[in-house]
């Protein structure tokens, strides 16, 4: 067996911090720390509050846990590598881990735009028909949503993983990011990535793309639905109801496209913007939600603030 041949069995990748800041990682590694263990832990939080409290036990705090859980994996999955780039210097990751990592981030991040699909479907249905809210979304419901989701995005990226595992790679590739993305390993490739590409472009028409024309359909009925409450306090009522839930939706989507901007048209950009878009789009949205969500929703706070005041007694 040659040489190659060996190695495009075991390609080597390297993953990529901030270029030409090394000497800063220490400093860099330090807001990056306090990222995480802010989405950590708040995330963590809102599981704890809405499983601890029986008054939250409705549908809306139940799609709330799946974004919660979701952010949480989101982030889990991202953190080994993230720490190893930015706090040991340590670039080196193994083909079969580099996947993993890649198949969980997709998985999450699909995952995380069906919930926010699911949740504008909630708001719908409590402005449209407050009185059959419950009715309509049982536990039965909640529980095919979430297995929906979960199976969608599943299936969805294994075929890319097992397309990725197919293709020859130099020896050592140099990755764009501090974790695996599909777009970046297909660009490493020395084989043929037509096919690859083409499945992953379908992947992302299939659940972001999909879900995002959706939740613009689902917010325009909310609008319409809305518009027809005579009651105009009734109105703007409905309406901070879904406050939260745009933020999220602006918060998830908005990196998502600047990335996608910045990689088809900023090739003149400083490799430090495309690093830091990427880590906009995967660490924003899981430090971000729980803040959104604790601050904007009356029940979530005060839960809070009670249980930090039974702490203190």
């Known amino acids: 067996m040659s040489v190659f041949n060996s190695s495009a069995l075991y390609p080597r990748?390297?993953?990529?911090?901030?270029s030409g800041l090394e000497s800063r990682y220490s400093l860099i590694s330090i807001p990056i720390f306090l990222i995480y263990a802010t989405s950590i832990s708040g995330n963590i939080t809102i599981l704890f509050i809405i499983r601890t409290e029986p008054s939250l036990?409705?549908?809306?705090?139940?799609?709330?846990?799946m974004l919660a859980f979701t952010d949480l994996g989101l982030s889990t999955t991202t953190l080994p590598t993230m720490f190893s780039v930015f706090w040991f210097h340590a670039q080196e990751?193994?083909?079969?881990?580099?996947?993993?990592?890649?198949y969980f981030i997709h998985v999450f991040s699909i995952i995380e735009s069906a919930v926010l699909l699911a949740m504008a479907f909630d708001r719908f249905v409590a402005i449209r028909e407050p009185l059959r809210y419950v009715a309509i979304l049982?536990?039965?419901?909640?529980?095919g949503i979430g297995l929906a989701t979960a199976g969608r995005a599943l299936a969805l990226v294994f075929p890319a993983s097992f397309l990725l595992k197919r293709l020859q790679y130099h020896p050592v590739n140099i990755l764009s990011y501090p974790f695996c993305l599909h777009q970046d390993l297909i660009k490493t490739t020395v084989s043929s990535r037509r096919?690859?590409?083409i499945y992953g472009l379908m992947v992302v028409i299939c659940s972001m793309g999909l879900d995002s024309v959706l939740l613009l359909l689902s917010y325009s009925l909310i609008l319409g639905t809305v518009l027809s409450i005579a009651s105009k306090t009734e109105r703007v009522k409905a309406l901070n109801t879904c406050i939260s839930h745009i933020c999220a939706v602006l918060t998830f989507y908005t990196p998502m496209i600047g990335l996608s901007m910045i990689r088809r048209y900023g090739q003149n950009a400083s490799p430090i913007v495309h690093v830091l878009m990427a880590n906009v789009y995967l660490l924003v949205?899981?430090?971000?939600?729980?803040?959104v969500y604790s601050v904007k929703t009356k029940q979530i706070r005060d839960?809070?603030?009670?249980?930090?005041?039974?702490q203190k007694v």
């Open 303 to 310: 839960r809070i603030l009670r249980k930090f005041k039974q």
């Open 13 to 18: 990748f390297l993953l990529t911090g901030l």
């Open 57 to 65: 036990h409705q549908p809306m705090y139940y799609f709330l846990s």
């Open 138 to 143: 049982t536990n039965g419901v909640i529980i």
């Open 285 to 291: 949205p899981p430090v971000m939600n729980p803040i």
């Open 93 to 102: 990751i193994s083909f079969n881990a580099c996947l993993v990592q890649m």
């Open 195 to 197: 096919v690859s590409s």
